[in-house]
């Protein structure tokens, strides 16, 4: 798959996940849009210069920086091409009963507000295209509440209801939006926070970044609103 010509922007890029994404494209002949909430991590996961490299530090959670984020990349590269929503995050929690608001708050803004604000300031571009790729990234997690996590599931879950529903507004526009739904993801973090489990059995990062990959490509053009699961051996 050749990405020679495509502009991608990349959120959460300075993560696990992110600096795989990215690089999977960047092989692929990509131009990136890196976007990242800290702008030391991002130098850090990039401290090359690169002509076909954007790196942009944006609070995702906030519409109008989210905006601003955008407008930056068309300022340097003229369109998007394919939007990766990477941007995301975690928490356990206490019981449904006992859930604080900010909890719920922070996961409800992490998760699914990101996706929002992205799609608010990069599906208008595409528009004007007629034509674009989005992928996000779900979890398995919200296919399913379990115990002390409510507020992640939920979350998780409101993107996948945004996947389809972007998809079933945009499909007819030349615009695929899709989603991936991994299990757990072998990382550093994950590794240190279960260290009795067995990390060959989950998903790599550079696994996950190659179906997202293909979802971004011209071959992956029949495929709308699917909630793909990535699932490892798990």
Same mark, same amino acid.
């Given at each position: 798959m050749?990405?020679?010509?495509?502009?991608?922007l990349?959120?959460?890029?300075?993560?696990?996940l992110?600096? %795989?994404v990215a690089a999977?494209?960047a /092989?692929?002949?990509?131009? &990136?849009v890196l976007?990242?909430?800290?702008?030391a /991590? =991002?130098?850090?996961?990039y401290?090359?210069?690169?002509q076909?490299r954007? &790196? =942009?530090a *944006? $609070?995702l959670?906030?519409a %109008?920086?989210?905006?601003k984020?955008?407008?930056? %990349? =068309?300022?340097?590269f003229k369109?998007i091409d394919?939007?990766c929503?990477?941007?995301g995050?975690?928490?356990?929690?206490?019981?449904?009963?006992?859930?604080?608001?900010?909890?719920w708050k922070?996961?409800m803004? &992490?998760?699914a507000g990101t996706?929002l $604000?992205m799609?608010q300031a990069?599906v208008?571009g595409m528009l004007?295209?007629?034509?674009?790729?989005i992928?996000?990234i779900?979890?398995?997690?919200? &296919?399913?509440?379990? %115990?002390r996590m409510a507020?992640?599931?939920?979350?998780k879950?409101?993107?996948i209801r945004?996947?389809?529903?972007? *998809? *079933?507004e945009l499909?007819?526009?030349?615009?695929n939006v899709n989603c991936?739904l991994p299990s757990?993801?072998?990382?550093?973090?994950n590794?240190?926070?279960?260290?009795k489990?067995?990390?060959?059995?989950?998903?790599?990062?550079?696994d996950l /970044?190659?179906v997202m990959l293909f =979802?971004?490509?011209?071959?992956a053009?029949?495929?709308?609103?699917a909630?793909i699961?990535? $699932?490892g051996l798990?």
């Open positions: 050749s990405f020679n010509d495509k502009v991608v990349v959120t959460g890029a300075a993560g696990n992110g600096r %795989a999977a494209f /092989a692929a002949g990509a131009s &990136l976007v990242d909430l800290n702008e /991590a =991002l130098t850090s996961a401290p090359e210069q690169d076909r954007l &790196l =942009l *944006a $609070n959670m906030e %109008a920086s989210a905006q984020a955008v407008e930056a %990349a =068309l300022a340097r369109r394919c939007l929503n990477v941007a995050g975690f928490r356990m929690g206490p019981p449904v009963h006992e859930t604080p608001a900010d909890l922070l996961m803004d &992490l998760n996706v $604000n799609a990069v208008p004007a295209a007629g034509s674009g790729k992928v996000n779900g979890a398995g997690g919200g &296919l399913k509440g379990g %115990a507020a992640y599931s939920a979350s879950s409101a993107v945004l996947t389809e529903s972007m *998809a *079933a499909r007819d526009k030349g615009i991936v757990t993801i072998d990382t550093p973090q590794r240190a926070d279960m260290p489990a067995d990390p060959k059995k989950w998903v790599t990062p550079e /970044a190659q =979802l971004c490509s011209d071959s053009r029949a495929i709308h609103g909630a699961p990535v $699932n798990s």
